[in-house]
């Protein structure tokens, strides 16, 4: 088995024990292999351990590699997320090559994304990206420019809204990184209250995958626990 495979599987015990001990059924977490900075040959190596579900953040070095594993693979049913920051002159190729973007923060990126995806792709997957920790500095829409974004986003006829997105302030502290994603989960039951027809919640990332499971997180956005530590020469910024 290749280290890769090792790793992959590694964290998926990691995360079926954590499913286990918040009570959760099991098969409600799922797995996105964050990929950025590595190569396709990493991607083709957790393909053939049985991952499907790939994250980029950065736009060139993504549809790179779309384009390579789509090569090699040719029909082999892959995923690719974007869970990067968003500028909104590059919105076209992100509508084009994605399943899913999982950092929507603010309308125009919205709209521009539904005009812009394909009519022969399904409606693209959205969660809107949150900033709990309440800096200025941070991506993401304020837990008060929430609802209204929701509503506008959920209006949009080429996007499905499915969630939230959050990446907490680092934190060692368990308790602490509970406390951050207990705030995502609120906000993302409130929405639900509010009638929005939600089930994803992207949170929880190699350092504290555990916490956001025991808070509820639908997907967990795992890189380094998989690939290895990142080295960001590597990468062609977008
Ligand atoms: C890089 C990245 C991850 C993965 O982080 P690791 O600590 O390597 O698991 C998850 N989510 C986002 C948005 C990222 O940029």
Redesign the pocket.
Do not use: P
């Given at each position: 088995m290749s280290t890769i495979a090792h790793k992959l599987q590694a964290v998926d015990e990691t995360i079926q024990a954590a499913i286990k001990a918040s009570g959760r059924a099991p098969g409600t977490v799922q797995l996105l292999a964050?990929s950025?900075t590595f190569p396709a040959g990493a991607v083709l190596e957790a393909v053939a351990a049985g991952q499907r579900a790939f994250?980029e953040?950065y736009l060139q070095e993504g549809i790179d590699k779309i384009a390579a594993v789509g090569a090699a693979l040719p029909g082999e049913a892959i995923e690719w997320h974007f869970?990067?920051p968003i500028q909104s002159n590059k919105t076209r190729p992100i509508a084009a090559s994605f399943a899913w973007v999982?950092?929507v923060e603010r309308l125009k990126i919205a709209q521009r994304l539904s005009e812009q995806r394909p009519d022969d792709l399904p409606p693209l997957n959205i969660c809107l990206q949150v900033n709990i920790s309440g800096e200025a500095s941070k991506s993401g829409a304020t837990p008060e420019e929430l609802p209204e974004l929701a509503r506008q986003v959920a209006a949009l006829s080429r996007l499905k809204l499915r969630g939230l997105?959050a990446?907490p302030e680092p934190e060692t502290d368990v308790s602490k990184q509970r406390a951050a994603f207990a705030r995502v989960r609120m906000l993302f039951d409130q929405l639900r209250a509010d009638g929005f027809d939600l089930d994803t919640l992207s949170m929880g990332?190699?350092?504290d995958l555990e916490a956001a499971i025991a808070e509820g997180a639908t997907i967990v956005?795992?890189?380094?626990?998989i690939f290895g530590a990142?080295n960001y020469d590597n990468k062609d910024k977008a």
């Open positions: 964050v950025k994250g953040n869970i990067g999982h950092t997105m990446i990332m190699s350092a956005r795992v890189g380094s626990a990142r």
